[in-house]
């Protein structure tokens, strides 16, 4: 019964974490917008840099092993056209709290694409 109970607990603990990702992403989506908009255009590692920042800052928290868990790549197929399609990757441990059944840390991954402008 406790087993159940914390195996609850771990899946609330995954789920925000996933909609911590989720959050993290939309906003650098968003900055990523605004910098090109007002020309600053960023190279991936300064999106890389951005989003772990904010990753690790509240409102998210997240335990993120910079620069590895995020990654920035602009997509081989541009869907739109004057625009640049690039995919933001970001990926945190959940530490296990069921360790002592067997249950080991496992990894999150969220991606989404970001689009800009291209002038």
């Known amino acids: 019964m406790i087993a159940l109970l914390l195996g609850v607990l771990q899946?609330?603990?995954a789920m925000q974490n996933y909609n911590a990702q989720r959050g993290v992403s939309a906003d650098v989506?968003?900055?990523v917008m605004v910098q090109y908009q007002m020309g600053n255009e960023m190279t991936a590692g300064q999106i890389r840099l951005m989003a772990c920042n904010m990753a690790r800052r509240s409102p998210y928290n997240l335990p993120v092993q910079c620069p590895n868990a995020v990654t920035v790549e602009t997509a081989a197929n541009q869907r739109v056209d004057g625009a640049i399609e690039m995919?933001?990757?970001?990926?945190?441990r959940v530490d296990s709290i069921l360790s002592v059944i067997g249950m080991e840390d496992?990894?999150?991954?969220?991606?989404?694409?970001?689009f800009?402008?291209?002038e």
């Open 116 to 118: 800009v402008v291209d």
């Open 11 to 13: 899946i609330g603990i």
């Open 106 to 114: 496992f990894n999150i991954r969220y991606s989404r694409p970001i």
């Open 87 to 92: 995919t933001l990757t970001v990926t945190s």
């Open 29 to 31: 989506a968003r900055e």
